[in-house]
């Protein structure tokens, strides 16, 4: 594993390590700590110049906790100061890093591929993200129940991300 863009990153480094300030929590995972950082498969999403926005949004919509870090802050010439080189959302359900996109990088497009969110909340918090996301995004697909009993939707949001959400109701809820 080498430097980053600007340098600003060395090695592997611990999920969240307060030794080494200026490292970004949740960048890098260690082995040798078994930091419970990202578990799983995270997407990392090239924003076209809404990386900031988007991630805050995300964030907000999912109550995760938001961390952005400017070009200027690793020393990246590549692209505006204020633009962002690595941010990243973490919460229970929901783990997504993102950037601005610079050089040739090019931006998020979502042809053929969704994020999948099935029962990965209750119900009612799988409603309000999906109505969430819906708010100037696309509906492609109402959130419905399904023959089978299962519900499930797909709305493309507001900053090109293509998402399904689903789950499924006991007789009790």
């Not at 010439?77 to 990088?105: N, Q």
């Not at 119900?123 to 309000?128: D, Y």
């Not at 999906?130 to 995004?137: A, E, N």
């Amino acid at each position: 594993m080498g430097e980053s863009a600007g340098g600003a990153l060395r090695g592997i480094l611990a999920c969240g390590d307060a030794a080494r300030p200026g490292v970004p929590f949740g960048y890098w995972n260690s082995r040798a700590t078994r930091s419970p950082c990202v578990t799983g498969l995270t997407p990392y999403v090239h924003f076209p110049g809404c990386a900031r926005e988007a991630l805050t949004f995300h964030g907000d919509v999912f109550g995760c906790r938001v961390q952005l870090h400017t070009f200027a802050e690793f020393n990246r010439s590549d692209g505006p100061p204020d633009a962002i080189a690595h941010g990243y959302l973490l919460g229970e359900s929901v783990s997504i890093f993102g950037a601005d996109v610079a050089g040739d990088t090019s931006p998020v497009r979502c042809d053929g591929m969704m994020l999948s969110l099935l029962g990965t909340a209750p119900p009612l918090v799988m409603r309000e993200w999906f109505s969430q996301l819906s708010q100037r995004g696309r509906v492609l697909d109402d959130l419905q129940q399904r023959p089978w009993g299962a519900w499930d939707g797909q709305v493309v949001g507001r900053y090109g991300l293509h998402w399904l959400l689903g789950f499924e109701v006991d007789d009790a809820e």
